[in-house]
């Protein structure tokens, strides 16, 4: 194929397209209307040899060939964008840009509280618009409608960027009043009642099943391998519920270390390393190819990199 006699236009169609995943939708994006889109659907399909997009009971459904096409041509767009637009100098002690950021209750007990505090003698004008996972979806961030999402992801989409900030043990909170704290091991853990706390993706949760051992993540799956299962008797949302029920309560909650060490000073409390084995936690920082190249998300990302690394330390 002579790369010259392609009209380059094509490949923007296509990489609407395949976000938006409908014709309509697509046209809207791109300001044009829906039947010069599809006259552009048709040209990609004589273009790839490929159907792109086929009408299924889910809906337009891309084509295993228009899924991997779609990070390159992400990639290919993202670095022709950056190059053809003027440079831009950032400056956070001026800027007043408002920065959303999809976060998990486990980034925001930890990392974020940190963030701010180094954004308030640093940017001291920057807005930080904080958003549960519930809010968002994996779109909104490849959109760039959310700057970036903070969390322990399982699985992203290809075409994001991602950085692992740390990986984090896990530690055991219980009262110090608690009648385990001198007979510590796994028969006394398996016999105790507990407090489980969710691990968060994007979109709006469910109930729990408590019988669904292989939903109730990291915790409960080592656990299933030894043969064990813990009585959970509270399922929330929120470590510093669980911190506060683990404190007050004869309920033991097994929560990421960095999160756990927020009461390390209290005497109230204490910690202790869970009685089997947990492989640590990598918590992640993704965003889209669209912000990759904007000065303030750069600078972002980096003070964000520095904070991680100097919260690792200790």
Avoid at 10 to 23: A, H, P, T
Avoid at 217 to 231: F, P, Q, S, Y
Wanted: hydrophobic share 45%; aromatic share 8%.
């Amino acid at each position: 194929m002579n790369i010259a006699k392609v009209d380059l236009n094509l490949l923007v169609y296509l990489d609407v397209l395949l976000r938006e995943g409908s014709v309509t939708r697509a046209a809207n994006q791109l300001s044009i209307t829906q039947p010069a889109m599809s006259n552009g659907l048709k040209r990609l399909r004589d273009l790839f040899k490929d159907p792109i997009l086929v009408r299924t009971s889910d809906g337009m459904t891309p084509t295993k060939r228009a899924l991997e096409l779609q990070p390159i041509i992400r990639d290919v767009l993202s670095k022709l964008e950056s190059s053809i637009q003027p440079e831009t100098d950032f400056d956070p002690a001026t800027s007043k840009r408002t920065f959303r950021i999809m976060t998990s209750d486990y980034a925001e007990s930890t990392l974020l509280l940190e963030l701010v505090g180094r954004l308030s003698k640093l940017a001291p004008n920057i807005t930080l618009d904080l958003i549960t996972p519930s809010d968002v979806t994996f779109h909104d961030v490849e959109q760039g409608k959310v700057d970036m999402a903070i969390n322990r992801f399982e699985e992203l989409p290809l075409s994001f960027h991602q950085k692992v900030l740390w990986y984090d043990s896990f530690s055991c909170v219980l009262s110090a009043e608690h009648p385990l704290v001198e007979k510590w091991d796994l028969n006394a853990y398996i016999d105790a009642q507990h407090i489980w706390v969710s691990k968060t993706g994007f979109g709006v949760g469910v109930g729990i099943d408590p019988n669904e051992v292989q939903k109730l993540g990291w915790v409960d799956a080592e656990l299933t391998k030894i043969g064990k299962h813990r009585d959970i008797r509270v399922f929330t949302r929120h470590y510093h519920a669980a911190l506060q029920i683990a404190k007050t309560q004869n309920l033991i909650a097994t929560l990421p270390t960095k999160v756990a060490a927020i009461f390390k000073n209290d005497s109230s409390v204490v910690l202790k390393e869970p009685p089997f084995d947990i492989p640590p936690i990598a918590l992640k920082m993704a965003w889209s190819a669209l912000l990759h190249h904007d000065a303030g998300h750069i600078w972002l990302r980096r003070l964000i990199a520095d904070v991680a690394a100097e919260m690792n330390t200790f």
